[in-house]
């Protein structure tokens, strides 16, 4: 397994249009952290020490688990575009060995990249807080809390990029979808339901939850059930995608 | 010594059937080719092999087990069945570290394989970059990589300049001088006369004919392969029943 996971790792340091989304996100986070603390300072609520969890939870949010998402879609389906399925396959035939090797390296990377995310972020905000002269609280309650929940859910969002890849086995089809998912489906579904409660159980809302414990059109989940809300679509997609990948056949025009 | 064994193997898709009922075994350590006209069902036939289809009944198996059940499958059978099947975006050398992987080949078998096959001054170039004949060569770098007793090679002179197929023609020879069976394909009747030892024919999914070359055309009084092919691939000619095809496989 170590031999394919480092297969899999060499495959997204060597795809431009895999690792330049977890760049941008990294260069995002600490963006992110700047513009809060300028706006804290400019015109927003005034900076304090229980700031930080914030700032963690922003420098490693939703761009960072989009990246993830986008990342492994693009390793995941781009096997079947460009065809690499062939070679892969021939080297390890035990498809499911191959797609668990896919499904722990996509985590391995949510969780590095959350965490890069997260350290970037801290030190911006160390250098932010300072200058504003605000003390910076390390043991402040929610610090660990977003330590711990800002790469889980970078990891779950690298499952679920490639339980889509191998589910749709179409880079465009599955980015398209996943983008219309996160900005059209979950904002009209409360407008197309009787249940607008329904929406916090989707995963857009769930990993706002996680993130923030907010969710714009409803009263969101605890970050526990949140979390494990998420985990459970990462599961479904990933056994979908798993269960194609074992009966297709490979090397046709199609993969 | 490797050999490569099909045992009743039928592939339908939907309502046509590509491999139908075939039944062959390979001589080790002699190359092998494999010719039958367009849609015959050869690269089929190979992706059973491969373990990259499921046949519908039947056996595909090298050394006795299909190869899904090989251990370190890599270091057993070497397989070109497309030259595109690299990401146009990586270099040579890091998909041939890629495809290495699995099997714990180091890097330099990467070096020695994109020497072979004439690729070194291009190892660090974007595959995407590569003519045709690039890719081919790389393709069979990465079949040679686990330095297998087994090569399965579909077209491999696909897109190969004249130099290029002479000198696939003397790499063939000189691994199957080191014992290897070689399996190719090829729609080059004359190059596959030249190269191989013996031959498997087949047409719309079954065996036409198979053995040694020599014998082939000797006991059909062929002039050539070409001529032999051409006789017994013509729309007017039928497969012969599966019960003479397994007796005409090579022993």
């Known amino acids: 397994m170590r031999s394919l996971v480092s297969a899999e790792l060499l495959k997204l340091r060597s795809t431009r249009s895999a690792w330049i989304p977890l760049a941008a996100a990294l260069a995002a986070a600490v963006l992110a952290v700047i513009a809060n603390t300028s706006a804290g300072h400019a015109g927003g609520p005034p900076l304090s020490p229980a700031a930080l969890p914030e ?29 690499t399925s062939v070679t892969t396959f021939l080297g390890e035939p035990n498809r499911l060995r191959v797609v668990s090797a896919k499904l722990l390296s996509a985590m391995l990377t949510g969780a590095a990249v959350g965490l890069l995310a997260e350290a970037l972020g801290a030190a911006t905000s160390a250098a932010a807080l300072s200058a504003h002269h605000v003390p910076l609280a390390w043991n402040h309650p929610g610090v660990l809390g977003a330590v711990v929940t800002v790469p889980l859910l970078a990891a779950l969002f690298g499952a679920l990029g490639v339980g889509l ?35 916090r159980w989707l995963p857009e809302a769930a990993a706002n939850a996680v993130l923030h414990g907010a969710s714009p059109a409803a009263a969101a989940l605890p970050a526990g059930v949140a979390l494990t809300v998420l985990a459970g679509y990462a599961a479904v997609l990933a056994s979908a995608g798993a269960a194609l990948t074992a009966r297709r056949e490979i090397g046709t025009a199609s993969g | 010594m490797s050999t490569i064994a099909v045992e009743a193997l039928t592939k339908r898709y939907r309502t046509v059937t590509a491999v139908d ?17 367009n849609g015959a069902g050869k690269s089929t036939t190979m992706r059973l092999l491969l373990g990259l289809a499921r046949p519908d009944s039947g056996r595909a198996t090298i050394n006795g087990r299909p190869y899904a059940e090989l251990r370190d499958p890599l270091r057993h059978v070497g397989a ?16 041939l570290r890629i495809a290495a992987r699995p099997a714990q080949i180091p890097g330099q078998r990467v070096e020695e394989v994109l020497h072979l096959t004439g690729l070194g001054a291009a190892a660090h170039r974007r595959a995407g970059g590569y003519s045709q004949g690039m890719r081919q060569r790389l393709a069979l770098a990465a079949a040679l990589l686990g330095d297998p007793e087994t090569l399965i090679l579909d077209e491999p002179a696909n897109g190969l300049d004249p130099d290029g197929v002479a000198w696939l023609r003397g790499l063939l020879r000189r691994l199957a001088a080191e014992g290897r069976t070689i399996f190719v394909s090829s729609h080059l009747l004359a190059e596959l006369a030249q190269t191989a030892d013996d031959v498997v024919v087949i047409n719309r999914g079954q065996l036409v004919a198979a053995g040694p070359m020599a014998d082939l055309l000797e006991h059909t009084g062929a002039s050539s392969l070409e001529d032999f092919f051409l006789g017994a691939t013509s729309p007017e000619v039928r497969p012969a029943p599966a019960t003479a095809t397994r007796a005409r496989s090579l022993s």
């Open chain 1, 55 to 83: 700032l963690l939870r922003a420098s490693g949010g939703q761009l960072v688990d989009g990246a993830v998402l986008l990342a492994w879609i693009v390793l995941s389906a781009g096997e079947f575009r460009h065809r």
């Open chain 2, 21 to 37: 009922d075939l039944t062959f075994e390979l001589a080790p350590g002699r190359i092998t080719g494999f010719a039958g006209p």
């Open chain 2, 80 to 95: 070109l069945l497309d030259p595109n099947v690299f990401h146009p975006g990586r270099s040579g050398r890091t998909a």
């Open chain 1, 165 to 199: 890849g191998l589910l749709l086995r179409n880079t465009a089809a599955a980015v398209g979808l996943a983008l219309m998912w996160a900005f059209v489906v979950e904002g009209i579904i409360p407008a197309l339901t009787p249940e607008p409660g329904i929406v």
